[in-house]
């Protein structure tokens, strides 16, 4: 079974610093998809971004970045130039490629930017 | 427009009361995922359904029921056997294609035990 571990419950940066937010994951699959989302105080679910396992570029998108170990089983989120409005919970989840399977959701991170 | 839409977005449910929270979409989506979020916490899978009138039980499926008649339709309905329902709940659907998988959500339902 596949399992998503975010190790950081909350952390907090100052405004326009760099913040790198940590997610490994067990799994036997070879191509899968992970995700990370933020939730904000509005609970609503937003995608960050989106990295392909068979994909060997990482993805980025705008300040948001992200490092993917697949050896390693890591998929770490990169915040550049930290802004107040990316104070939410962050979440790192995992979806297989095919078949009927569950995706399954790491417990968060909250996260602080401080003015 | 195309999405989730999770009705009511707030409801309040007495001792001992069914009650059904709504989840339609609009995206042609084979698979519908209902969570659960307690204050301060993660997502906890209730049920999950792959393909119409097919669904599996999830992590925390006890004092939950659900239905799909319908490709867009994953009702859940909170039953007096759950003991502690009061959360904030979220409808999820996703597709597996060559595009690429995705995963989208409604905006969530709020339920509270009075």
């Known amino acids: 079974a596949q399992t998503v571990t975010q190790s950081q419950p909350e952390m907090s940066v100052q405004e326009a610093e760099t913040v790198t937010l940590s997610c490994t994951y067990d799994?036997?699959?070879?191509?899968?998809?992970l995700f990370w989302y933020k939730q904000p105080p509005s609970r609503q679910m937003i995608l960050v971004i989106r990295?392909?396992?068979?994909?060997?570029q990482n993805a980025t998108e705008n300040r948001f970045s992200v490092n993917f170990q697949k050896a390693a089983k890591s998929f770490s989120l990169k915040i550049s130039d930290s802004q107040l409005g990316d104070t939410a919970m962050y979440f790192c989840?995992?979806?297989?490629?095919?078949?009927?399977?569950?995706?399954?959701f790491g417990k968060g991170t909250r996260l602080h930017i401080l003015p | 427009d195309g999405g989730i839409t999770q009705s009511p977005k707030y409801l309040f449910r007495k001792e001992g009361q069914n009650v059904t929270l709504s989840c339609e979409q609009n995206?042609?989506?084979?698979?519908m995922y209902w969570y659960r979020q307690d204050p301060g916490q993660g997502l906890r899978l209730i049920y999950y359904?792959?393909?119409?009138?097919?669904?599996q039980k999830g992590d925390i499926a006890e004092g939950y029921s659900v239905s799909r008649e319908k490709k867009e339709s994953f009702p859940l309905t909170v039953t007096s056997a759950q003991k502690n329902p009061t959360a904030f709940y979220l409808c999820?659907?996703?597709?597996?294609?060559?595009?690429?998988?995705?995963?989208?959500f409604g905006e969530g339902s709020w339920l509270t035990v009075v």
């Open positions: 989840a995992f979806m297989k490629h095919w078949g009927d399977d569950k995706i399954i």
């Open positions: 990295q392909e396992a068979y994909k060997q």
């Open positions: 359904s792959q393909i119409v009138n097919d669904f």
């Open positions: 999820a659907s996703s597709i597996q294609g060559i595009s690429g998988n995705t995963i989208y």
């Open positions: 799994t036997s699959e070879s191509n899968y998809y």
């Open positions: 995206l042609n989506h084979d698979a």
